[in-house]
């Protein structure tokens, strides 16, 4: 996936007509990239913070109907009726909450900030709202909870964040209904008027009673009635109410399922949001936080004994970090308004880790290092140049902790949890530095080595070859360079091992035939680096359509049923055939539980090499002259795929599947290739 940062002046210049605001939007935000980096400073280096998700639901703890699977998801997954749900209300009465003691909890632990739900996506508000008597003053509790430990926080230094639902499954305006609320129809229900008479100035309450604001952190995004528009609308209005609050990209539409971003391309909002997973290689230029759960469920569930472990969460957290990363740790408080006793336990286990090694995860950058076989590595800038903090899951037997191609020169060595005044002696073995420690690991799950180095780290990665596809036609550019300061990085094209006497790369190179590209980096005239590769393969477009009299417009055939990847629709009847004018889910006879293929033309207007993409919820597959481009089968929420083709000038036959099981839906088809950017496919190139 390419993720680019597009400046935010960019995205906020849009004039945003199609939400019909009751009052005229607040002037556009414009930022400086300086601008923008100090707003985002205290949350780059606080690194950890406390979810919450805590609300009515916590009253039934995850059981309904001898069912035990629910949890903060309850009304949906169980398809409780809302004057049932609304029973509720009366029953939840925490009486055991106590928000200085959450607090304190979430600051032993090391955490920077913290983020509670507002209001989930069954719409009941933790905190006093004019605008509904949905909310905690309601119930026999009758306390705003946000208000307490909004000042909690204030009293102990931690950033009180808000979790808020853009959907809501109790509001009369939100659409779309759930299909299956047979009783509670959408007629005269008007989501603009609940966009602008409802949700904002709910926002407007939580940005203006409770102090300053670190993050407003949205969800709920996914359905079809949101969209881009409406996004960059809603980002632009609570930064006019707190400029410097911090929004996730879950305000705009996009997001690509649970990876967290919108894929290639631009997204409103300020960091992306992976959830319940840590992203192979990070997001490289990119803010991004990692949410997830300690057990299995977001929202408190008795049954559920499946609790990582303290080790696994504090090697969690240095993955984290070590790849420019934040956690955002869940805990879901019981109905009385406790945490957990197994969320206390490992909070209290992460805290006395973070009393010693904190300081190798606040503040820290990525590691320079693509992987380690021994733990991960988490750095900052020191005067005259860089710490490198080596976190060990894995205690070397023979004591001596190796760290492969590096070549700065040392400093100091240390253990973190014993400080400088115990150095660590330092070796080197060719391109490795060889660190002499303890027998015993000094601290539980990992133990930080402190390794200070001149300069920049100086890594042996090899340099990065990189273009838009491995296939040409007539020609391709290549682009051949390292990040590394003071080499040289010469190539080959002819499968040859670079030396010195090989070309410079200067310039992006132009390939036109077959070729096995092969580049190394070299400092005073030796390899610093190993030898890394890339076969691009000249390859045959294939050919146009000839003699095909086509008007605008696909043919779609429309499916029912419940499946979990793409059936053989050439073996079922369709319920609706037709013609329509793109990839759009209509007609259709409701939100979950069918299908749709759409077959036609799609016209490129030169010879090249084009790239094809599906994003959808559930799966999609696209097929160009009956060949297989893209395969985004099965089911997920919002993700995206893509394939290569080779296609001549004209018109070529495509075919797209798509099924939609249960939850949201959607189905976006774009391509680009030579003079396009990506970009949806138009109605002007497609054909029937």
């Avoid at 005259?384 to 899951?393: A, D, P, S």
């Avoid at 003699?547 to 605008?552: P, W």
């Avoid at 069918?594 to 490129?604: D, L, N, S």
Wanted: aromatic share 10%; net charge negative; hydrophobic share 35%.
């Amino acid at each position: 996936m390419t993720i680019t940062r597009v400046f935010l002046p960019i995205l906020l210049a849009v004039v945003l007509t199609s939400c019909a605001p009751s009052e005229p939007p607040p002037p556009t935000l414009a930022e400086t990239q300086e601008q923008h980096d100090a707003r985002m400073q205290w949350w780059r280096e606080a690194r950890f913070g406390l979810f919450i998700h805590w609300g009515l639901y916590a009253v039934p703890a995850g059981e309904w109907k001898g069912e035990t699977s629910h949890a903060e998801w309850i009304r949906e997954t169980a398809q409780i009726p809302l004057e049932e749900y609304n029973r509720f209300v009366p029953q939840f009465n925490p009486v055991k909450f106590n928000a200085a003691e959450w607090v304190r909890m979430a600051k032993d632990a090391g955490m920077k900030y913290i983020v509670i739900t507002s209001k989930h996506h069954d719409g009941f508000c933790l905190f006093d709202s004019k605008e509904t008597d949905f909310d905690v003053m309601a119930t026999p509790f009758k306390r705003d909870i946000l208000k307490e430990l909004s000042e909690a926080c204030a009293r102990e230094g931690i950033k009180m964040c808000w979790y808020h639902s853009i959907m809501d499954w109790h509001h009369p305006d939100y659409l779309p209904r759930r299909n299956w609320e047979m009783g509670r129809t959408a007629e005269g229900a008007v989501l603009n008027r609940y966009v602008e008479k409802y949700l904002k100035p709910q926002l407007k309450e939580l940005t203006t009673n409770y102090g300053k604001i670190g993050v407003l952190w949205f969800d709920g995004e996914w359905e079809n009635s949101w969209n881009e528009t409406r996004g960059r609308d809603l980002y632009q209005y609570v930064r006019s109410l707190q400029p410097d609050i911090i929004i996730n990209n879950r305000v705009s539409s996009g997001r690509s399922g649970m990876e967290g971003f919108t894929g290639e391309g631009t997204f409103a909002g300020d960091f992306g949001t992976p959830e319940q997973q840590v992203p192979a290689t990070g997001f490289p230029g990119v803010d991004w936080e990692s949410c997830i759960t300690m057990n299995d469920h977001w929202g408190y569930n008795k049954n559920d004994k499946n609790w990582k472990s303290a080790k696994d969460l504090v090697q969690m957290l240095a993955d984290i970090a070590s790849k420019g990363g934040n956690l955002l740790l869940n805990v879901g408080p019981t109905a009385e308004g406790l945490f957990p006793p197994e969320s206390v336990e490992r909070l209290r286990a992460i805290g006395e880790w973070m009393k010693v090694n904190g300081e190798s995860i606040y503040g820290t950058g990525a590691s320079p290092f693509k992987q380690l076989p021994w733990g991960r590595c988490t750095q900052k800038a020191v005067e005259g140049g860089t710490r490198l903090y080596l976190h060990v899951f894995t205690w070397p037997a023979n004591k001596k902790l190796v760290l492969p191609g590096i070549y700065n020169q040392v400093k100091q060595a240390y253990l973190l949890a014993e400080g400088e005044s115990r150095p660590i002696s330092v070796s080197r073995k060719e391109d490795a530095l060889i660190l002499e420690v303890p027998t015993k690991a000094p601290t539980p799950f990992s133990s930080v080595v402190v390794l200070d180095i001149v300069g920049r780290a100086d890594v042996n990665d090899p340099p990065e070859i990189k273009a838009v596809t491995d296939i040409l036609t007539d020609s391709l550019e290549v682009s051949v360079a390292s990040s590394r300061d003071n080499v040289e990085v010469r190539y080959t094209l002819d499968g040859a091992e670079p030396t010195m006497a090989s070309q410079l790369a200067q310039s992006p190179l132009l390939l036109t035939g077959t070729t096995r590209v092969r580049a190394r980096c070299f400092r005073d005239g030796k390899g610093v680096s190993a030898v890394s590769e890339k076969t691009f393969s000249k390859v045959l477009p294939r050919p146009a359509e000839q003699g095909v009299v086509a008007t605008s417009g696909l043919r779609y055939a429309y499916y029912e049923g419940e499946w979990k990847s793409l059936p053989d629709f050439k073996a079922l009847k369709p319920g609706k055939v037709g013609v329509v004018t793109g990839f759009v889910l209509s007609p259709k006879a409701g939100d979950d539980k069918f299908g749709f293929e759409y077959t036609g033309f799609i016209k490129v207007p030169a010879r090249g090499v084009y790239v094809f993409y599906t994003e959808s919820d559930d799966g999609s597959r696209l097929y160009i002259g009956g060949k297989l481009v893209v395969d985004n089968d099965g089911l997920h929420g919002i993700a995206e795929k893509k394939g290569v083709v080779p296609l001549e000038a004209g018109l070529h036959p495509i075919r797209v599947e798509f099924f939609e099981s249960s939850g949201g839906d959607g189905l976006k088809v774009s391509f680009e290739g030579p003079g396009i950017k990506k970009q949806e496919i138009p109605e002007s190139v497609i054909f029937h």
